[in-house]
């Protein structure tokens, strides 16, 4: 289901399960599982408990000014994948804090976790 306002999209698994995808706050997620429940009752699907909501994944991205040599923070850095010819950006696993970072050379970057 894609919900317009807060702009997001919600996959609604046979087992009760939803994932919701794009929204930029907790509060967010709270508003679009709410708009879902209301058009699931309207076709008369029986919800009767509250649903939990646990945050599972959150992606945020930015830019640095400045531009990055992906060879050498490779060969500098540790829990570092490069390999240019099938992907253009640096893969940097800090596992300690289960986050993945994309480095590019202009300087975007793209966190996971």
Request: with cysteine.
């Given at each position: 289901?894609?919900?317009?306002?807060?702009?997001?999209?919600?996959?609604?698994?046979?087992?009760?399960?939803?994932?919701?995808?794009?929204?930029?706050?907790?509060?967010?997620?709270?508003?679009?599982?709410?708009?879902?429940?209301?058009?699931?009752?309207?076709?008369?699907?029986?919800?009767?408990?509250k649903p939990k909501i646990?945050?599972?994944?959150?992606?945020?991205?930015?830019?640095?000014?400045?531009?990055?040599?992906?060879?050498?923070?490779?060969?500098e850095m540790e829990n570092?994948?490069?390999?240019?010819?099938?992907?253009?950006?640096?893969?940097y696993k800090l596992s300690?804090?289960?986050?993945?970072?994309?480095?590019?050379?202009?300087?975007?970057?793209?966190?996971?976790?």
């Amino acid at each position: 289901l894609r919900v317009k306002e807060p702009k997001s999209a919600v996959l609604v698994f046979s087992s009760g399960n939803l994932v919701c995808t794009g929204t930029k706050s907790v509060s967010q997620v709270r508003q679009v599982i709410q708009a879902v429940i209301k058009q699931l009752k309207k076709i008369n699907v029986n919800i009767t408990t509250k649903p939990k909501i646990t945050v599972q994944n959150i992606v945020a991205s930015g830019t640095i000014d400045l531009k990055l040599n992906l060879n050498f923070l490779a060969l500098e850095m540790e829990n570092t994948e490069y390999e240019p010819e099938q992907f253009p950006g640096l893969v940097y696993k800090l596992s300690e804090h289960n986050a993945t970072f994309l480095l590019f050379s202009n300087g975007k970057l793209v966190c996971t976790g």
